[in-house]
Antibody, heavy 125, light 107 residues
Framework: EVHLVESGGGLVQPGGSLRLSCAAS????????MHWVRQVPEKGLQWVSR????????NYADSVKGRFTISRDNAKNTLHLQMNSLRAEDTAVYYC??????????????????WGQGTLVTVSS | DIQLTQSPSFLSASVGDRVTITCRAS??????LAWYQQKPGKAPKLLIY???TLQSGVPSRFSGSGSGTEFTLTISSLQPEDFATYYC?????????FGGGTQVEIK
């Protein structure tokens, strides 16, 4: 069974750092792009970042660019999110998700499946 | 950037009702749109991908349609376990945006 388990969340002061991890199992991790998505409690979903198979290509939401770094260790089937210069507005549940896709009508189309259970990051003094 | 607007943001319905949720995009894009269901305290779960393809294991009462800038999620006969929040997502270009969500509650 495909499984994603996040860890590393917690309480951190504004300006501080935190490193999230996501342990993947049940699939060939190195074959998939991976993403982080966050959700402010009781609010909507926000895409944060993505990384390709090898870790050489990444994208970030403007709100985290320059502060967050996504990385992966394919030997350990693990995805990471290094979060620096944290702000109160970064408080959220952070989900690790797998990027799945297929060719449809000549175009590559993708979706997120599965999602991890999430880890809560609280930025507060 | 492509923005998605879901409507309604909240709806109250009864078991057995037909429910339709709309997701409108700020610009035309390929039909790389997904729908997710989220229950309180749980992670989102994939329902539909590529606008109209039902994910394996998802009940057939769920269906998706649309193209261009307007997409819909339909639940043909609402069941008690369907009361949740639903999100659309565009996966055509970065940043990958989600709609604001539609909370479906029991009337």
């Amino acid at each position: 069974e495909v499984h994603l388990v996040e860890s590393g969340g917690g309480l951190v002061q504004p300006g501080g750092s935190l490193r999230l991890s996501c342990a993947a199992s049940g699939f060939n991790f190195r074959d998939y792009w991976m993403h982080w998505v966050r959700q402010v409690p009781e609010k909507g979903l926000q895409w944060v970042s993505r990384i390709d198979h090898d870790g050489y290509s990444t994208n970030y939401a403007d709100s985290v660019k320059g502060r967050f770094t996504i990385s992966r260790d394919n030997a350990k089937n693990t995805l990471h999110l290094q979060m620096n210069s944290l702000r109160a507005e970064d408080t959220a549940v952070y989900y690790c998700v797998r990027d799945v896709g297929t060719s449809i009508g000549g175009s590559w189309c993708k979706w997120f499946d599965p999602w991890g259970q999430g880890t809560l990051v609280t930025v507060s003094s | 950037d492509i923005q998605l607007t879901q409507s309604p943001s909240f709806l109250s319905a009864s078991v057995g009702d037909r429910v339709t949720i709309t997701c409108r995009a700020s610009q035309v894009f390929s039909s790389c749109l997904a729908w997710y269901q989220q229950k309180p305290g749980k992670a989102p779960k994939l329902l539909i991908y590529a606008a109209s393809t039902l994910q394996s294991g998802v009940p057939s009462r769920f269906s998706g349609s649309g193209s261009g800038t307007e997409f819909t999620l339909t639940i043909s006969s609402l069941q008690p376990e369907d009361f949740a929040t639903y999100y659309c997502q565009q996966l055509n270009s970065y940043p990958l945006a989600f709609g604001g969500g539609t909370q479906v509650e029991i009337k």
